[in-house]
């Protein structure tokens, strides 16, 4: 009977999945991770959580839309949207080129900056820090950058692949340090711990949840923090391209949330840092 | 967000406040999909497997095509295949038919018909060797005996078939029991309304996804990834174990009658 019970359990959840409905407020199925703490993660009662809920939260409350958040492997997460699976995706997704082939996406909602980490005992642990936005003065970023070059001679640094970070580490320390790809940012932090790799280029969001963890007590974020060009333009939330009418509502809905102060005060409940986008 | 390290226990609760009965479950939606695309895939792979032996030139042909196919490519693929194509080949007859909309295939359906498709074209192969396997002299004497068609089939080919390929099958569950885990990508999760006596909750509301999706949503979301990736290691482990000892019982049953067992 058990056995009958998750069958129906199932085909309820996927039945719900499903259906459509056309009300006088429109509908909008948000799809996220639900595994990327704390922009959108799932607690021990399997409810989703985090930065991103809140916030798609406001966003719909603004927009008038009758919003429901659906947990969805990040694998399948762009060609379920393109399939009309969900209407949008909210999964601390950066804008990239590549991705704005196959999708739309709105302005930003939240743009953190990217930097170094390290561990408490390394050399690179004393480089000089600053705060440098490449799409608004990229020369002093790029002088900021150079002026690193030889203390990464012959260091070897670790980055998620196909992100925005793998790009910037690529472009700037290709042939003066070893650069190392990982799947996942788990994965370059536990190699980072044992030593085989000497920083880690990633998101200062990301770097504090990793030192805030169990694992995080001798990592620290060193260095200048960089934000824009190729870093990327920020999160925010993914669309289908011929879905105008909801870009234009979230686009709305958006720049109403950074004027109020909702993004700011919501990004420090999360993640104790304003993300507000710097446009 | 989780502030500081909690223990193996503490995250391994059962109830509410961990994660122990959300894993249990989520072992029970693997093992569901797995045994449906199993099954399925027997099915599949015993239509096969007869179309293969049919000695009909276009069913053998189809059926080759089938196994090829099916054994070829990877099993992700098909799983994109059904689930996305699947969606959008419904909803096109839909929209024909007069109905305007998006109609999904549900997960579900998309994942294990998936599932039993490839394991299918694995057992056929396995099915075809058992039959193979089979002297022939057992058909001729059932066949002087006036056996013919279902009665053949149901007395003398399927048990003898079924003896052989029981080594086989239980192999190929092992490999479907991993592959479970790949329809995490259509997006299976259940949502559970507990189980409630009065007022005393048995089983608390919650939802969860296949075991190995769970892991890394609860590994993701307390950034604590080993205490989950044991566990789901563990629990994978026991189902393989507990797998293998009742296809052991089930071969030892089959071949009761025969020499050498």
């Not at chain 1, 949330?257 to 420090?268: E, F, N, S």
């Not at chain 2, 994942?111 to 060797?129: C, M, W």
């Amino acid at each position: 009977m058990k056995l009958a019970r998750y069958l129906l359990a199932a085909a309820v959840a996927t039945a719900s999945l499903a259906a459509t409905a056309d009300a006088q407020t429109r509908k909008v199925k948000i799809a996220t991770e639900g595994a990327y703490a704390p922009w959108n993660f799932t607690n021990s009662q399997g409810k989703l959580e985090g930065f991103e809920l809140d916030l798609g939260a406001e966003l719909c409350k603004r927009a008038k839309f009758d919003c429901e958040f659906l947990a969805q492997d990040w694998d399948g997460i762009i060609p379920s949207l393109t399939a009309k699976k969900y209407d949008a995706i909210m999964a601390g997704m950066n804008i990239t080129p590549k991705r704005m082939e196959t999708l739309a996406f709105t302005q930003p909602y939240a743009g953190g900056p990217h930097g170094f980490m390290t561990l408490k005992s390394s050399p690179l642990a004393k480089l000089p820090t600053g705060n440098y936005n490449l799409s608004k003065d990229l020369a002093s970023a790029e002088k900021a950058i150079d002026g690193l070059k030889d203390q990464f001679k012959g260091k070897v640094i670790g980055v998620q692949g196909s992100t925005t970070n793998s790009a910037f580490a690529e472009k700037y320390f290709k042939g003066v340090a070893e650069i190392r790809e990982y799947k996942t940012t788990e994965q370059h932090d536990l190699d980072l711990a044992a030593g085989r790799i000497d920083a880690a280029v990633m998101a200062h969001t990301a770097a504090t949840a990793t030192i805030d963890g169990p694992n995080g007590k001798e990592m620290m974020i060193a260095g200048p923090a960089f934000r824009g060009g190729i870093l990327g333009l920020g999160v925010a939330v993914g669309l289908r391209k011929d879905d105008a009418d909801l870009k234009k509502a979230f686009d709305d809905a958006i720049t109403a949330a950074i004027a109020d102060g909702t993004i700011k005060t919501l990004t420090i409940k999360w993640f104790k840092i304003d993300l507000t986008p710097q446009s | 967000m989780p502030t500081g390290a909690k223990s193996y226990f503490e995250l391994m609760q059962w109830g509410p406040n961990g994660w122990l009965d959300e894993m249990v479950f989520a072992t029970g939606l693997t093992l569901i999909v797995a045994l449906t695309g199993f099954l399925l895939g027997l099915v599949f792979g015993g239509i096969a497997a007869a179309g293969r032996m049919s000695g009909h030139r276009l069913l053998e042909r189809v059926s080759i095509t089938y196994t090829t196919i099916l054994r070829g490519v990877p099993d992700l693929l098909v799983i994109y295949l059904f689930y996305f194509g699947g969606s959008a080949i419904v909803t096109a007859i839909g929209n024909k038919l007069g109905y305007d909309g998006f109609i999904g295939v549900p997960g579900f359906v998309a994942g294990t018909l998936a599932i039993g498709l490839v394991s299918g074209a694995y057992q056929s192969e396995v099915i075809r060797g058992s039959f193979l396997a089979m002297p022939s002299g057992e058909i001729e004497a059932a066949r002087a005996f006036g056996m013919s068609g279902l009665t053949l089939v149901r007395r003398i080919v399927g048990p003898q078939v079924l003896r052989y390929a029981v080594p086989g099958l239980g192999n190929i569950w092992q490999l479907v029991l991993k592959e479970a885990a790949l329809v995490a990508v259509v997006g299976l999760a259940v949502h559970w309304a507990g189980i409630k006596i009065g007022d005393v909750v048995l089983i608390h509301e919650t939802r969860f996804s296949d075991l190995l999706r769970q892991a890394h949503v609860a590994a993701g979301s307390t950034r604590q990834p080993f205490p989950f990736y044991i566990t789901c290691a563990a629990f994978y482990l026991a189902l393989t174990t507990l797998s293998t000892w009742l296809f052991r019982r089930a071969e030892a049953w089959a071949r009761r009658g025969m020499r050498g067992s």
